[in-house]
Structure formats: structure tokens, C-alpha cells
């Protein structure tokens, strides 16, 4: 590049600067201007006066099936109660996340993104009927995480009834992929294709007094250990499937692992065999591994899958062959990362809990959440929780009950607006990011 051009585009980037180069403001000077603001507090008060409603739409949400790959028909609900929102834009792309933008008076940044999850862990045919019973109801799905689609679509509705003009933009989003099976497809898709989002809150999980800003990855294998099998006298002498396995397993279980940043290993399913007299053709195992940070969960990926080449090696070894082989398959990959405690993100995320419910005690967690993603890389991220009880999570016996589960949504707007501001009150805490390369 000749001097001129560099001057030519150092001037242009000049140009460029003002709506990046403004400083972010600090958390704390966001929330006392918010709190006070009237705008703010009768958004708060649309919400809660939007409780009972947002009740009904989360049943209603949770009896549309979104088994794992086959979230499209609730997309397509939630795309149209988004529209109906005032988003005319707003689109499904092309994994299938559920997208609107809300554009700020920034002129674009910071840009915020906001999400809950579609899919649930449930298989099609799972019966999605919401039962109710003194004010708790029970159903597959019905906090997890219905309870963070219909808290957002309640932000929304506050957000314009009250006339609310952040100065960041905000990319509201539902996705897919977030459970087991999906492997955070959403996520992956989302942050590949908006590479200027500065900052990501999940809304999934219901307590307000907990901040996820840990993302535990994970790192799945199916092991197929596979030999010539035989009788097991007339053919003594060959190796076994499950005599490897259980080498591999004895290895595997032998492994030592920091307890900081925590990291774990365990073999959670075995099977294998076809007879008590016959020598093992096929045995197979499921591994899963998990770590708080990304270094650990590889070195620990590394050594584990050596041990397995290794115990592959004795077993040949022992019968003078080279029949038994291995098979490794990853089934299971959500990357690793942490959000710094005193990072803006996580303050807005802590204080604003406090905010909407005063005197209770915020807690930081590791978890393995949508924030995985933008947390592995690099992007400030929390999850915080959609409001109301819950338990049984995962199960055909999910149960949730509303108990003032209006701070959820109170408690995101809160946080929402401290991060991208509030047009002509506060400033955006969350910093734009610098452009990627
Ligand atoms: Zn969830």
C-alpha cells in the first residue's frame, strides 16, 4: 500500500470512528439512569401486567413438538408471533434459527443478540400435552426452553408498547441445535454468519439469581472395537473386541484430570458380545469428556485417545495378530470458555437481577448452554434464566410454576437495555468489538 492510499484509508476509517469510538459507560452509571426513568419503569410494569398472558403462550409453545433436527414448525410459529411483533423482516436463515433485528439509534453498533432455544431433547412422537395441576403444570419441554421463548417475546412486547429505543441494535433470536444431539448447529450457524455481534444473551434455565458465564465444553466418542470373533475353545487365540475395551476402559479410568478448571472424563455406556462361548467380534463404548476450558479438554481428548490406540496394540499384541481395530467416532463437540466475573456483560447480567429483586444473592455457574459458542470465541456471553420453578428437566415429567415469573423478562429488559442503552438516557455498556479479520 502506498502512503498516500494508507493516509487515504486512515482517514476514512477517521471517518468511520464516531459511532464505534464512544467510550462504553459503565454499568453501574447505566442501571441509576435507568431505574429512575419512567419509560423503564412502566416497561416494567408492562411486563408484569403481561404475566398471565405470557403464561398461556408458553403452554401454548411447549405443545408444538421440536424434537432435536425437527424444530421447523415451532420456528415457524414463533416466526409468525415475532411478525406479529412489528418485525415484518424478520426471517428464518438458513439452519433454521428464527430472526429479528432491532435496530438501535447507534447506527448499528453495539449490536446485542438475545435468544432462547426451539428445540427441546424430546423424540418425535414424545407426548407434548401440557397437564395441569394446582397451579403447576407438567410437560416435556415447558421450562426448557419455552419458558426463555415466551420471556423474550414478552421484552419485545414491553420494549414497544413503551416506545423503547435502545442506541445498540438487538438481534432477537430463535434457535436450534441447543440440546444434546444438535451440537449448538444454531449457534455455529448464527455467529458464522453475523461476524459484528458484540455481545450474547441466552435466556434458557428459569432461576434469576444465577449467572451462567462458564461454558463447559464437551467432547463425545463412540469407540467400535472390532475383532474376528470365534468359539471360545475351538478358537482360543484370538484377540477380543471386549477383552481391548476393557483393556481401554482400565486405562481410561486410571487418567487424572485438573479439578481447576474442572475436567472430567467417564465411559457412560458399554455393550458388546453376542455370547457367553464366543469370543467378542464387536464391543462398543460411549465417552464423554468435559472441561471449563478448551486447553484441558483436548490434552485430555489427546491422552484418552491414545490410551484406547494403545490398548488396541496390547490386545493384538497378546494373541500375535493385528485383527482387533478400532473405530473412533465423535458424537459430541460444544466448544469450551469463560466470561470474565467483572466484565459488562456479566455485571449488567448480576445487577439486574438484584434491580428487579432486591436482596438475593447472584451466583456465577458453569454450564453447557448456546453461550458456548460466542464464549469459545471470545464474545462476551451469559445465560441467565426466563423466571418461575421448575424441575425435572430433561424428563417426561418436566414440571414449571409461575411464581413471579415476570422478573425474568423484568430482569432481561434490565439487562438488555444497561448493555445497548437507552436512546437519549443511558449510554451502551457492552463495547463494540473490533472488526474481525
Ligand atoms: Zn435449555
Redesign the pocket.
Known sequence: MTSRLFIFAAALALMAMPARAEPPSSVDAALSALVGNAKVKAALETIKADDAATFAEQKKITEIAAPPYKEKVRAEYYLKKIQELGFKDASIDSEGNVIALRKGTGGGHPKLAVAA?LDTVFPEGTDVTVREKDGTVVAPGIG??AR?LVALLSVIKAMNANDIATVGDIMFVGDVG??ELGNLRGMKALFRDHTDIDGFISI??LEINRVVNQATGSHRYEMIFKGPGGHSFQEFGLPSAIHAMGRAIAKIAELQTPSNPKTTFTVGTVSGGTSVNAIAAEARMAVDMRSNSTDELLKLEARLLDLVKQAVAEENARWKTDKLTVEIKLIGDRPAGIVAANSPIVQAAEKSATAVAPGQKVTLAGSS??SNQPMSLGIPAVTIGGGGEGGN?HSRNEWFKPTDAYLGPQRALLAILMLQGLDGVSKPALAVRAAPK
Do not use: L, N, V
Open positions: 432455544h426448557d426452553d426463555g441447543e440440546e434458557d434455565g448452554t448456546d428437566w
